[in-house]
């Protein structure tokens, strides 16, 4: 197999690098960051076959509006005439609907289930120690309207052969006996699964470096050579590197890059953000969403992550105080012996998410150039699709026959 070189070193980028080194390549790290911090360090760490729904779904739109009018909402989008940002909501608004959520679903439900049993794999390899649990996944609901949305979800997951069980107050203080929860009740998904995610990049950064992988950080690809359909060299910080096949999987920065070649792809940056409390008084013993405050708890060892908020096509490295207030506001509604001031001298992690318009993301060849692939578009779901991604990248580039069905997933669609 040819020299490779993948263009981004998150959890797509590194997962990709491990399969095609598997594979024989002879694999070269790119990243403009020295791979310490990114989106895929302080995300919620959820492995979740029960995310089977994508992003472009019905209801999301007038949700999505009302939310527009709230300061501390997990959801916004900055009004402004940007032409790609206008494209990505027209595209947004053709796909929520239910003959989109039907097509996806399967896909995103086997996808997921892939990465789950990839992350076993790599929870066996040796230097690997990631704190992989399957503890499932709870979605807390207090209100009548969210609890009929998540019935109908557990149902759908049934139809779909995923485990989903109903729960009421009595259920959920067997399943959480040593934290008081006010809720109306939930849906537990036995099958999700979580883990340490900073930890296990570490982990794999290093088993890369000993199997040979090399990497090129902190610096910026400047330009792009191309002889016909070929790319033939990348430039990074002046220096010509010649090149035999790229991937980019840059996750929101993948949209830039590809303009040097010449590409519109439609990707927004999706602004999350996370606080990480150490040694909590109190903490859920099973990795949580808040349903109506859509928040993320999970969770870590010793430590509780809480994460949540969706700024959609902003670029800003200043932290939202209002939008983290309302995350963090969420946690003592529904856990009472959570205190606001648990937070109050907890730093806040802030990343971006690369959001496809229809909720799927984009893994595919080049259809300008032969030897590119293109991996990005997750959203929220990186660190879940990680290993199946980075496995199927390595079929894209070997020529291998795929293990999944990607027709959704094209750059064209």
Not at 36 to 59: C, D, E, K, Q, R
Not at 85 to 97: I, M
Not at 314 to 336: A, F, H, T
Request: aromatic content about 8%.
């Amino acid at each position: 197999m040819s020299k490779t070189h993948i263009i981004g070193g998150g959890i797509i980028g590194l997962c990709s690098a491990w399969y095609l080194n598997k594979a024989g390549a002879d694999v070269t790290v790119v990243d403009q960051s020295n791979l310490l911090s990114g989106t895929s360090h302080g995300n919620a760490g959820m492995i979740v076959p029960s995310h089977f729904v994508p992003l472009a779904s019905p209801g999301v739109i007038a949700q999505g509006i009302r939310w527009m009018f709230d300061a501390k909402s997990p959801f916004y989008v900055k009004p402004r005439l940007d032409k790609a940002l206008l494209q990505w909501l027209w595209k947004f608004y053709r796909s929520c609907n239910h003959a989109h959520v039907a097509r996806c679903a399967p896909v995103l439900l086997e996808f997921n289930e892939w990465s789950r049993s990839l992350y076993e794999e790599f929870s066996q390899e040796e230097g690997f120690d990631f704190a992989f649990e399957k503890k499932g996944l709870l979605m807390l609901y207090q209100t009548a309207r969210q609890e009929k949305e998540e019935i109908e979800l557990a149902e759908r997951a049934h139809e779909l052969g995923v485990a989903a069980k109903v729960v009421g107050e009595t259920d959920l203080k067997k399943l959480e006996p040593s934290i008081k929860i006010n809720a109306r009740g939930g849906v537990y998904f036995q099958g999700d699964a979580h883990l340490k995610p900073g930890k296990f990049i570490n982990d794999l950064i290093s088993a890369l470096r000993q199997v040979g992988v090399q990497f090129i950080l902190g610096k910026e690809i400047q330009q792009f050579e191309t002889t016909g359909n070929r790319i033939t060299g990348i430039e990074v910080a002046s220096q010509k590197i010649a090149t035999e096949h790229v991937v980019i999987a840059a996750g929101s920065w993948t949209s830039k890059l590809l303009r040097k070649l010449g590409h519109s792809l439609s990707l927004q940056p999706g602004k999350g953000y996370s606080v990480t409390i150490e040694d909590p008084k109190a903490s859920p013993a099973i990795p949580t969403i808040l349903t109506e405050a859509k928040v993320a708890v999970t969770p870590m060892g010793n430590n509780l992550r809480v994460g949540g908020t969706l700024e959609l096509g902003q670029w800003s490295d200043k932290i939202n105080r209002l939008r983290v207030r309302g995350i963090l506001e969420s946690m003592p509604r529904y856990y009472p012996e959570i205190a606001l001031d648990d937070f109050s001298r907890e730093e806040v992690w802030q990343g971006y998410r690369p959001c496809a318009p229809d909720g799927m993301p984009y893994i595919d060849t080049g259809k300008m150039y032969s030897n590119l692939t293109i991996a990005t578009g997750h959203g929220m779901m990186g660190m879940s699709l990680g290993p199946a991604t980075g496995k199927l990248v390595s079929e894209l580039v070997s020529g291998e026959k795929l293990n999944l069905d990607i027709s959704s997933m094209s750059i064209g669609r």
